[in-house]
Nanobody
Framework: QVRLVESGGGLVQAGDSLRLSCAAS?????MGWFRQAPGKEREFVAT????????DYADSVKGRFTVSRDNAKNMVYLQMNSLQPEDTALYYC?????????????????WGQGTLVTVSS
């Protein structure tokens, strides 16, 4: 069983930055970030492979968000810049058992409880 704990969410204004963190009980997984806004489906945000050499982003966050990891600390991060009200959502960290990165939520087996990001205009 893999345990994932997200932190770093909060209330910010449009244009601000936040860094989300995900503490994992192990580091040997592809990791992903997803988000779910009120009344909407969960959507892909970013993913990173095991050594950090490959990352993928949703078009809506490309150029603004950066995913990274520190395997020595079993941590994954999501740096979010130029935040907009439409980025308001519950952000989830997820772990995938296989070595390739994917952008669909069904490809991830373990999930954290989420951290709430609220961006005011």
């Amino acid at each position: 069983q893999v345990r994932l704990v997200e932190s770093g969410g909060g209330l910010v204004q449009a244009g601000d930055s936040l860094r989300l963190s995900c503490a994992a009980s192990v580091s040997s997984y592809v990791m992903g970030w997803f988000r779910q806004a009120p009344g909407k489906e969960r959507e892909f945000v970013a993913t990173i492979n095991l050594n950090g050499g490959r990352t993928d982003y949703a078009d809506s966050v490309k150029g603004r968000f950066t995913v990274s990891r520190d395997n020595a600390k079993n941590m994954v991060y999501l740096q979010m810049n130029s935040l907009q009200p439409e980025d308001t959502a519950l952000y989830y960290c997820a772990a995938r058992l296989y070595s390739n990165t994917v952008t669909y939520s069904q490809g991830y087996k373990y999930w954290g409880q989420g951290t709430l990001v609220t961006v005011s205009s």
